[in-house]
């Protein structure tokens, strides 16, 4: 089955933490995205990769950093100094980058931070 | 810039009705791509179609239609004899040439169909 996997589901922490949320991709996809979205409200893109080893910041990235040391994988880590964290978040991907193509997304990961 | 307008934040509407979702893009650039994507309460999005510039051809899927006109920047999305799975969030997106390959995702509409 090919598809997006993001995990966890639901995840806890406490102000102060940095956390990691999981993206892995199956779908030999060069770009990868990743997204925020609050209730009620559209996505916003917090960063994307159009290729191994390269990504640039999207809108709202303050607070947030990624890596993409390989092609099927695309970790963002919710910093300590990203002031309103809670949020749900989403993965996705697409062929290429450019924009040309449709995105693909993953479940997403809920994140609550106390 | 990039901008997409959902003027409809929620819609409400009986089974078998039929119901538009508008979506009003604004773009400098000629070449651009729109997408409409589905968010059921699962919280997944799944896309439904993309749409390139040049292609002004209305498409047909079944209970779903889209309606594309240049001329009002105007991408709308139609769903026929509407039923209760149809409930969920759409949104439509707008890609272009000069914002590095980055999408524009409009607020959303949340559809709501009633049995």
């Known amino acids: 089955d090919g598809g997006i996997t993001q995990s966890p589901k639901y995840l806890f922490r406490k102000e102060g933490q940095n956390v990691t949320l999981s993206c892995e991709q199956n779908l030999n996809h060069d770009a990868m995205y990743w997204y925020r979205q609050d209730p009620g409200q559209g996505l916003r893109l917090i960063y994307y990769s159009q290729i191994v080893n390269d990504f640039q910041k999207g809108d709202i990235a303050e607070g947030y950093s990624v890596s993409r040391e390989k092609k099927e994988s695309f970790p963002l880590t919710v910093t300590s100094a990203q002031k309103n964290p809670t949020a749900f978040y989403l993965c996705a991907s697409s062929i290429f980058g450019g924009g040309t193509y449709e995105q693909y997304f993953g479940p997403g990961t809920r994140l609550t931070v106390t | ?115």
């Open chain 2, 1 to 115: 810039a990039q901008k997409v307008t959902q003027a409809q934040t929620e819609i409400s509407v009986v089974e078998k009705e039929d119901v538009t979702l508008d979506c009003v893009y604004e773009t400098r650039d000629t070449t651009y791509y729109l997408f409409w994507y589905k968010q059921p309460p699962s919280g997944e999005l799944v896309f439904l179609i993309r749409r390139n510039s040049f292609d002004e051809q209305n498409e047909i899927s079944g209970r779903y239609s889209w309606n594309f006109q240049k001329s009002t920047s105007s991408f709308n999305f139609t769903i026929t004899a509407s039923q209760v799975v149809d409930s969920a969030v759409y949104f439509c997106a707008l890609s272009d040439n000069t914002n590095a390959g980055k999408s524009t995702f409009g607020d959303g509409t949340t559809l709501t169909v009633k049995p």
